[in-house]
């Protein structure tokens, strides 16, 4: 009997077995002897990560992540922790951006008790913390060599509104409050205790590159107060169908995760998952991975096996971020794993968001596409599952990646143009229904249009009256569509920036940035 070229799963046997059944026979056959978390950090035994981790005497350097693996140490030395610096550090919101922030980043050997320092000043970061440690081990898979990885989170609760808190992480060893460690300290600020104009951002299906990275910095110099990241993360699992026979190195976590720091670790990075973000190794749903790499907001309906399902509120708007894994027609490894909790969930939230004083807009951001017209074009199974909901709560803007491009719908109303939406125009998802952007550039190699769609974005407006594309069904079958409501078409590296103003008059003004910083799309959204 053959076993699957990339875990050693017997063929004949995971043509029959789900992703549950899979990751408890990989579990069964490459078990370890495993130390504690809190044991192996207090103990300061030091493994190395393999190709991803080295004796780090300074920050990581995001544009070498793009390009080159770090140096490695064999799993039984001991590293002094004075030589050993943390990096990839990145933020994420607790449910409430108010006063909860999440602090996370990586060591690349195992250290002596490590801490986050915390203050108002960067001078006087008096207060210290325990950090949470989540070891993960990944085995050898298909050549590549077995990979131990640390990450380190502390949780701040009880934060002032509007305040701008520094903070730096460090272990016995490596004091971030030292006079030669004080270059490594960052900074965040917490979300106004009453709404006022803010921006954020966001793509998905990012990666490790110099695109990746170009757009990171262009990011930053939005000043958001956060970014989505639609999914599709960094492309360990470089396959996407969610399983056992995936390419997968684990090692690329620790490229991306330095890359991504120089802005991650001041804007927070809210994250959910997209198909290549199913990691079948590490827990039944693919998902233990994300749980040991991310801290994000625990208020969704499962947040041990649906971690990237969670809401919060900033200002004036509400986000809610979805697992299109679980509804998915086209890739169904995961196709309902909540048993319909994250739906019910969902129209549960999207009531409450409507109905909560203060939120004028509610956005809501997954992975694969309710509507597009480029290579994967549209998933019937988000539409099924969620549209209803969609159209019952009037979301007010829906983000989605999947798609390696920028493309923006007009206003969709019952499947239908709702109210065409012209570069500049503005929409009132009461009365007009919704606009739908696939914002899928961000670093990973781009995808295109189908034969004879032109590209039709800001300085280059091309319009068709009908886009011949399709829609995947139950079946997994594409299921040909000729479609009016494709408006905008990008197929450039590309990000969305959004700025929200509240007061009498609300609006979202909507712009869509390529990689030059070329403006290529604008559009607003008010509700009457």
């Not at 909860?100 to 008096?126: C, D, H, N, T």
């Not at 056992?244 to 959910?272: G, N």
């Not at 886009?467 to 969305?496: C, M, N, Q």
Request: with cysteine.
């Amino acid at each position: 009997m053959a076993e699957t070229p990339h875990l050693g799963i017997p063929e004949q046997l995971a043509r029959r077995m789900s992703m549950p059944e899979q990751h408890e026979y990989l579990r069964a056959k490459h078990a370890r002897p495993k130390l504690s978390r809190r044991g192996a950090l207090a103990g300061g035994l030091a493994a190395g990560v393999a190709g991803g981790g080295g004796l780090l005497v300074g920050r990581a350097s995001a544009a070498s992540a793009a390009s080159t693996e770090l140096a490695t140490a064999p799993a039984t030395a001991v590293v002094d922790g004075s030589l050993v610096a943390p990096f990839g550090r990145h933020l994420a919101f607790g449910a409430d951006p108010k006063t909860q922030m999440r602090i996370s980043w990586q060591v690349p050997f195992a250290v002596k008790k490590p801490y986050l320092r915390v203050g108002v000043k960067p001078w006087e970061l008096s207060r210290k913390i325990d950090a949470e440690v989540r070891d993960l081990h990944t085995p050898s898979l298909a050549r590549k060599p077995a990979v131990d990885q640390y990450y380190l989170h502390v949780g701040l609760d009880g934060l002032k509104p509007g305040t701008t808190y520094y903070y730096g992480v460090g272990h016995d060893g490596f004091d971030p409050a030292s006079p030669e460690r004080m270059c490594t300290v960052g900074s965040f600020r917490t979300a106004p205790a009453k709404p006022e104009t803010f921006v954020f951002t966001a793509f998905g299906d990012q990666g490790v590159s110099y695109h990746a990275l170009a757009n990171d910095q262009l990011i930053l110099g939005q000043n958001p107060a956060f970014h989505l990241h639609a999914g599709d993360i960094c492309y360990a699992d470089s396959s996407g169908q969610g399983k056992d026979s995936d390419t997968y190195d684990a090692r690329v976590w620790d490229q991306f995760l330095a890359q991504t720091e120089s802005v991650a670790s001041r804007v927070p990075w809210m994250v959910t998952t997209g198909n290549h973000d199913m990691e079948a190794w590490y827990s039944p749903n693919g998902y233990g991975g994300q749980s040991a790499r991310w801290s994000l907001p625990e208020n969704g309906p499962d947040a041990k096996n649906a971690p990237g399902v969670y809401s919060f509120t900033y200002g004036n708007v509400g986000v809610v971020a979805l697992d299109a894994n679980d509804v998915s027609y086209e890739i169904p490894a995961n196709k309902g794993y909540t048993d319909g909790k994250q739906t019910a969930w969902l129209d549960k939230r999207l009531g409450e968001l409507r109905a909560q004083p203060g939120i004028d807009f509610v956005v809501v951001f997954f992975h694969h596409c309710m509507y597009s017209t480029a290579t994967h074009a549209s998933d019937g199974g988000v539409r099924d599952a969620w549209l209803p909901l969609f159209t019952k709560h009037q979301v007010d803007l829906v983000i989605n990646g999947h798609n390696h491009v920028y493309e923006r719908t007009d206003a969709i109303k019952g499947g239908e143009v709702g109210k065409p939406v012209p570069i500049g125009a503005s929409t009132d998802p009461t009365r007009d229904g919704i606009v739908y952007v696939t914002a899928g550039g961000a670093g990973k190699d781009l995808y295109s249009f189908g034969p004879g769609v032109k590209d039709s974005y800001e300085g280059n407006v091309h319009d068709h009256d009908t886009i011949v594309t399709f829609h995947w069904t139950k079946l997994r079958l594409p299921d040909p569509d000729a479609v009016e409501w494709s408006r905008v078409r990008y197929p450039g590296f590309s990000f969305l920036a959004v700025e929200a103003e509240s007061g009498t008059a609300p609006k979202l003004k909507v712009s869509a940035l390529a990689e030059s910083g070329q403006r290529i799309d604008y559009f607003e959204v008010k509700r009457s």
